[in-house]
């Protein structure tokens, strides 16, 4: 069962970019790597999803290398806004959902 | 869509009561999932459905807690007796095989 380390705080400013970075070791052939993002009194809610290499949407980025054992958030030009708790997930969709554990997740704090 | 629904939002019973949340999953979704969190446990998958038959209930606590999804678009988890250790945010999400969408939750307070 893949395990999952991310930093428990991080701290920015408006206009900054921030990448969290989360650590699976055990990682399977199989698994993908999921992130979310949770707001105070909100359920978590989907930011990005890959297997390897670079992925990118309107949100963020998703950096994984090649022995696909960490892989990287990266948040261009924080604001107010995005302030939340970051969780990363590894898993295999099909494989029974059991497999994607939410870790403590990463809390970024962004200041103006 | 109007995304997944829950209810109650807030729900404050006394121990000992019996408490039903429920959820409307997003029309079309065929996996449904109940997760509890707390600042002790943080998100914890108590059960998921896929269409809806129960696959895998191992994180259900204890045989006091149960979740039924006798259609499609619904789905309930109940508590009986509750104790004021069940007191947590307790979330439904639905998806069709990839990640996963989330109510609000529903915030569930036993004195």
């Known amino acids: 069962l893949a395990k999952t380390t991310q930093p428990i705080s991080m701290d920015s400013y408006e206009g900054q970019e921030v990448n969290i970075t989360c650590s699976h070791n055990n990682i399977a052939t199989n698994d993908y790597i999921t992130w979310y993002q949770q707001f105070p009194s909100q359920g978590p809610r989907f930011i990005i999803q890959?297997?390897?290499t670079k992925v990118t949407n309107e949100v963020a980025s998703l950096f994984i290398p090649a022995d696909r054992k960490s892989s990287t958030l990266s948040l261009p030009r924080v604001s107010l806004s995005d302030t939340a708790v970051y969780y990363c997930?590894?898993?295999?969709?099909?494989?029974?959902?059991?497999?994607?554990?939410f870790g403590a997740g990463t809390r970024l704090a962004v200041h103006p | 869509d109007a995304g997944v629904i829950q209810s109650p939002r807030h729900e404050v019973t006394e121990m000992g009561q019996e408490v039903t949340l429920r959820c409307k999953p997003i029309?079309?979704?065929?996996?449904l999932f109940w997760y509890r969190q707390t600042m002790m446990r943080g998100l914890e998958l108590l059960i998921y459905f896929n269409n809806n038959v129960p696959i895998d209930d191992s994180g259900m606590p204890e045989d006091r807690f149960s979740a039924k999804m006798p259609n499609a678009s619904f789905s309930t988890l109940k508590i009986q007796p509750s104790e004021p250790r069940d007191s947590a945010v307790y979330f439904c999400?639905?998806?069709?095989?990839?990640?996963?969408?989330f109510g609000s939750g529903t915030r569930l307070t036993v004195v």
């Open positions: 997930l590894v898993g295999y969709l099909s494989g029974g959902y059991n497999k994607l554990i």
């Open positions: 029309s079309g979704h065929d996996y």
């Open positions: 999400a639905s998806s069709l095989g990839g990640p996963s969408t």
């Open positions: 890959g297997y390897k």
